[in-house]
């Protein structure tokens, strides 16, 4: 026990978290169970090692960070460990990448049982279905996702500034007044575009090459989070990758099921599976027509985020199609975004219609009850708003 304690003050003490991540405030800590998903590289054992050090410190030992890719733990499981801690005075057990354990579910449940003064933090893949998939923590658990950087958050971290997020209301009914407070600070316009090429993933602020590092990233979501969660064989990741590959080129179209099926030689079912676990991957999103959703065939698929654009296939990356992708993974963190009926318009929580269009070249047809997200522009007036700022929902 002493040497995981070494390693937690260690990594404590030397953690480099330059930007405090809104989901540290949006979390009841007073849950028992808490698990948090998220898509690799995202900064899910940065979040962790942060809510160690603001709560405790490196050096309280009612609180041990452990990573369950430590060869220890297979040989010993997690109620066995949780206990030594527990009975030695621990109380908060952080559990990274706890789906690498066997039986995980099954162990939480038991520590939930057997240590009622433990709590656990735990965090897993977002191909990870917590309830659905492991029904002996349904009622124990409170789940929560990760997300990559928003704008606001980007904007903060290369600005020095401390923007605090809008909601999306505020942002509908009062965007030029919010403008007018961001704007003597710094131009967004400026450091947008350094966003949307690679801002959203964390490890842009390592020294290394971000797009290799993405697709290294990307790689590992399909052989090991999507292979190892769904056990799938490991003769079907061909399969998959080229889905994932096919799919990209026709962005941002409505798939053909049937040609994506004869171009990976499998059935249609399998390719609706197969997209919706590069779903849950969050590597692509997938829009339905109000009142559908899977396994219906998708009206729309999308990649996850703009820098995904920029890594798999840069000189595909047109402009209203990364716009668009942008505004959609914005708002899909707390809202539902629908495939409106007219193409190019998105229905945002059932009843509001949404658009994106360029500010600068764009003469589009305006239509009441609509609203217009424009790009190329710092400013917005009435119902036209600068899609910028739909970065800083959260």
Known sequence: MDAFFRTHNYLVEHIDAPVRRRLMDEIDWNHRMIGI????????????????????????????????NNFYFHGRGIAD??????????????????FKQPNW?????????????????????????????????????????????????????ETGEQFEPYSLDDILMNHEQIVKKIL????????FQNYIHHGFYPFFLENRNFSE???????????????LIKQIELKYLTKIKKLFYHLSLEMPQTPNISNLAKEINTSRATVMNYIKYLSDA???????????????????????????????????????????????????????????????????DGEKRFRVYDAEKHKIRFEEGMFYFRYNTEVGIGNKIPLWLLGFLY
């Open 105 to 157: 579910s099954s162990e939480l449940r038991r520590c939930h049982d057997l240590f009622p003064e433990l709590k656990i933090v735990f965090t897993g893949s977002s191909v990870m279905r917590l309830k659905e998939e492991n029904p002996e923590l349904n009622g124990i658990v409170k789940g929560y996702n990760l997300t990559g950087f928003s704008f606001r958050e980007f904007l903060n971290l």
């Open 184 to 191: 003597p600070k710094v131009r967004p316009i400026e450091h």
């Open 213 to 227: 590092n993405l697709l290294k990233t990307m790689n590992m979501m399909t052989e090991v989070d999507i292979l």
């Open 37 to 68: 998903k998220g898509t690799r590289g995202i900064g899910k054992t940065t979040f962790l090692l942060q809510y160690a050090k603001e709560k405790f410190g490196s050096r309280d030992r009612q609180c041990l960070y452990v990573n369950m």
């Open 282 to 348: 969050r590597l692509l999103n997938i829009l339905y027509p109000i009142g559908e959703d899977f396994p219906k065939k998708p009206a729309r698929v999308m990649m996850n985020n703009s820098n995904l654009i920029y890594a798999i296939y840069p000189i595909l990356a047109e402009q209203s199609n990364v716009m668009e992708t942008f505004m959609v993974n914005a708002l899909w963190k707390d809202h539902k975004v629908n495939q409106d009926k007219k193409r190019g318009t998105y229905l945002i």
């Open 81 to 98: 460990f949780a206990g030594e801690f527990y009975h030695g005075g621990g109380r908060v057990l952080l559990i990274d990448q706890v």
